[in-house]
């Protein structure tokens, strides 16, 4: 019986990324300072800084003739410095850690992503199932992502900044073995 490997990669870099742009990677030792926001400032924009950050996914197959019989997977959250920007005279520690808590979002769904991988079962129908996965993922992602935006008023709701900081801090920790 001969075993072959098949080797997909799947790519959802947020706001079209290409794979050699400069990334960092999430890291919970690691918080994001203003110095890792290097794109261009959106004039036509009322914000004040914009995180662009996204979950990159891959996977392999392993096959006997036609079957599948194993795979494996990989899911990151990534930070995309060029894509993201701020207004150096507006900017403050304050909307710096609401920037950080839209990429701890972003890592928060990137480790439900592992959770739900981890549930699969080998079948001939992984591939798409692995798919589905990473689809409903990046749609809950952008809602939560949006959701925190209009909940915080872009930071300027104090209490409801706070909410979400404690809020994304007790989930994260909740799936803490997805790390």
Known sequence: MQIKHLIISMLFLFLGASSNEETISWNDTRKLSWEDFKGNPNSNSDAVALTASGITFGYSVKTSGRRIVDYSA??????????????????????????????????????????????????????????????????????????YDEQTNHSINVEAQSYWENYIKEELKKLEKYK
Do not use: C, G
């Open 74 to 147: 990989s899911v990151q959250a990534h930070f995309y410095p060029n894509k993201s920007w701020y207004l150096a005279e507006k900017a403050n520690d304050y909307i710096l850690a609401h920037e950080q808590l839209h990429f701890d979002i972003t890592e928060l769904y990137v480790r439900k992503f592992r959770q739900q991988l981890e549930r699969l079962v080998v079948n001939q129908n992984i591939k798409i199932q692995m798919n589905q996965i990473h689809v409903a993922i990046n749609e809950a992602l952008d809602k939560t992502q949006k959701t």
